[in-house]
Each structure stands twice: as structure tokens, then as C-alpha cells.
């Protein structure tokens, strides 16, 4: 209790301070977790490769850690330091977390600038692209397929409407910024998208996007 309270004030300081890359005022839910999580838990018996991005405080990494098994490899890219040290305070604190430390790598670097060997069968992200200018966000779905396996499953959450909404209430740059978004994910979600979960039980609600790369025939 205290300590979900201590990781929610870490949220928030972080919002204050890094608006753009933060892009919430409160962690995810846990409904959120189990909706972004919820290809993973219907993953396959043989050792897997998982990679979260954007892991903040933790929210979406506990139901992660609840479905590795030995062998498997997890890998979390964090930006923000204040978050890291969370993260490695929750690997070494908690059961769940403490049973999967050997198999989990925090990197603490832009998901954009992030170097690995291999590709992931899974990739569950907490970036909020939808605060980022539209390079960025190119630039990341293209990071995000090119990590992917063939038929590798990539979750995403945005908060509901809000590409609509501020692609019509915004003027000028803000509007542009929010419709050309838009068209890039669009582009992707026209040739990916095998799903999209509404979680109402969320601050503000959301939409959980599930993007697949094509399998090899
Ligand atoms: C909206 S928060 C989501 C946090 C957590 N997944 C949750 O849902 O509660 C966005 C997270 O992405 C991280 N982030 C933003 N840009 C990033 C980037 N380019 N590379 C890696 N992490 C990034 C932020 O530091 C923050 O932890």
C-alpha cells in the first residue's frame, strides 16, 4: 500500500517534470495490464523473448513477470532514471519479480536508440506516442516492427479519442502534429492490427491496440 503509493507520487513528479515522455498523470490500471498483457498469457510453451517499452513504474511489468517461465528472455527499455531505479527496487523487493530477475535487463536508453540481439515474440509498449512529433513516431513503429519476430504480437495502449479529438480541437501546428500521427498509424493498423481492447476502467480510459508482423508462408 505504501509502497504503491510512493510509485504513484514517483508518476506523478516524473509527469511534472518530463510532460513529454511521462504522458500521464497516474500509472495505468490494473485492468489496462491484464488487457495489454493478455496475448502473452496466451503464449506458447517453448522459451519466448518479451520487450516492454516504456515500463514507467511498473504497472504493465507485474503481469509480465506472472507469465515468464525458465528460459524465456525479458527485456525493459526505460528512458527515465527516476523510473529505473523503481523498477530495480520492485526486482529486488517483490516475489514475482524476485523469481524472474535472472531472466529480465533493464536499459536504460531511448527505445530509438536501443540495440539487441534478436527479435521478440512479444513487444508490450507504454510510449505516449501520441505526445511525440510525428519523426518520432515513424521512427518508433518502424523500431517496434523491425524487433518483432514474424508473427510476433506488439501491444500498445492510447488513451480513447484522443487522436480524434485533438486533431479537430487543436489549431494550427498542434492539429497538424495530431493528423499526420494519425495517417502513420493508421497506415500500420490498415495492415496489422488483429485487435483493439476499450478499457473503461482506466485514468482516462484507453484503447489497447494489438498489432501483428506478418508470419513467414
Ligand atoms: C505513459 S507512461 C507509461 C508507464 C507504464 N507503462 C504505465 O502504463 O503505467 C510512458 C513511459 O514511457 C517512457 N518513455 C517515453 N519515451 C520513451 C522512449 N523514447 N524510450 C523509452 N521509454 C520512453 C516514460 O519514461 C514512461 O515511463
Avoid at 49 to 69: D, H, S, Y
Avoid at 84 to 100: C, G, H, T, Y
Avoid at 124 to 149: C, Q, T
Avoid at 159 to 184: F, K, L, W
Wanted: aromatic share 12%.
Amino acid at each position: 500500500m505504501f509502497k504503491s503509493l510512493r510509485n504513484q507520487m514517483v508518476f506523478l513528479t516524473q509527469f511534472g517534470k518530463q510532460f513529454e515522455t511521462t504522458g500521464s498523470l497516474v500509472a495505468s490500471s490494473r485492468f489496462l495490464a491484464k488487457a495489454i498483457t493478455r496475448f502473452l498469457a496466451a503464449r506458447p510453451d517453448h522459451p519466448i523473448r518479451v520487450l516492454e517499452c516504456g515500463p514507467g513504474t511498473g504497472a504493465f511489468t507485474n503481469q509480465i513477470v506472472q507469465k515468464l517461465q525458465p528460459g524465456d528472455a525479458f527485456d525493459l527499455v526505460e528512458v527515465n532514471e527516476s523510473f529505473v531505479d523503481v523498477l530495480n527496487q520492485r526486482f529486488e523487493s517483490e516475489k514475482p519479480w524476485q523469481a524472474v530477475r535472472g531472466l529480465s535487463t533493464i536499459h536504460e536508453v531511448p527505445l530509438q536508440d536501443f540495440e539487441t540481439q534478436g527479435n521478440y515474440d512479444f513487444v508490450i509498449s507504454g510510449l505516449p506516442l501520441n505526445n511525440f512529433p510525428p519523426r518520432l513516431v515513424a521512427e518508433i513503429m518502424e523500431v517496434y516492427f523491425r524487433l518483432l519476430k514474424p508473427g510476433g504480437m506488439l501491444s500498445y495502449f492510447e488513451y480513447m479519442y484522443i487522436r480524434p479529438v485533438r486533431s479537430t480541437m487543436s489549431p494550427g501546428v498542434s492539429g497538424n502534429r495530431i493528423r499526420e500521427i494519425h495517417r502513420i498509424v493508421e497506415s500500420y493498423f490498415s495492415r496489422h492490427r488483429v485487435a483493439r481492447d476499450s478499457v473503461l476502467l482506466n485514468t482516462p480510459p484507453a484503447w489497447v491496440q494489438h498489432l501483428q508482423a506478418k508470419a513467414i508462408m
